[in-house]
């Protein structure tokens, strides 16, 4: 993830904007992000990190029992880039998922209050719980196109990133088929809502939409959903 606070003229990256990490309780790994400096002038970089989602069974956890970030402050010359290096530690007592917001603010003149933002996930190996259902849909009809919202609730202690699609059936025949869009995580306990858009016009009939979304590894949650739109194009669905 990237806080977009720095303007489009203005080069300083980081490699990769996020990383997956699992590690044992008790075990410990190394990595690294590359930081370049893509501007015409040397920046004085700092970094820092917060805490991005903390699971209650880690609330006595503090972020520095597990990572370590080393250099917090260095030079960066135009055109140079350099490594900051991280180590993770994982607690005994961790579960779930450990997280972090890392932050490269560069110190100019000219771009002071500016941050740069990249996560990091430890996913402790061999606690995950990887739970997920469906909380409510919605189908509404836009002109001819139907639009379709789905909202997953994540029951486990990971975060997950769910995909998924929609089919379109009338009598036994697939007629349309689309994805379903989410941008961004679902942490532990939490919802988010996946949207979606029909890509030919629906006219009357009976139907069914069938909603099809992956998450984990291998993990599937199906729900058909019975609707009709009448020969005046109003939608209702079947309860």
Known sequence: MIFALLPPSFALTVTPVRQEIRVIPGGNTKGSYTVSNETKESLQIKVSAREWFKWKENKDIA??????????????ESGESKKVNYEVKIPTQA?????????????????????????LYA??????????????????????????????????????????????????????RFKLRLGR????????????????GIISGKYRARILLYYGDNSLIEKVIPFKINRKGKLKVKE
């Not at 972020?63 to 960066?76: A, C, E, G, V």
């Open 95 to 119: 579960v779930g998922v450990l997280s972090a917001m890392l932050s490269f603010s560069p110190q100019t003149k000219s771009s002071v209050g500016m941050v740069l933002s990249v996560s």
């Open 63 to 76: 972020m520095s029992d597990w990572l370590i970030l080393s250099p917090k402050k260095f030079l960066l």
């Open 185 to 200: 995580p679902v942490y532990p306990g939490k919802t988010r809502t996946l949207v979606g858009d029909s890509k030919i």
């Open 123 to 176: 996913i402790v190996e061999g606690t995950e719980v990887i739970s997920a259902d469906i909380e409510k849909t919605d189908i509404q009809k836009k002109e001819k196109n139907l639009h379709i919202s789905v909202t997953f609730k994540n029951r486990g202690n990971i975060h997950l990133r769910p995909e998924g699609e929609v089919i379109i059936i009338k009598k036994k025949k697939e007629i349309d």
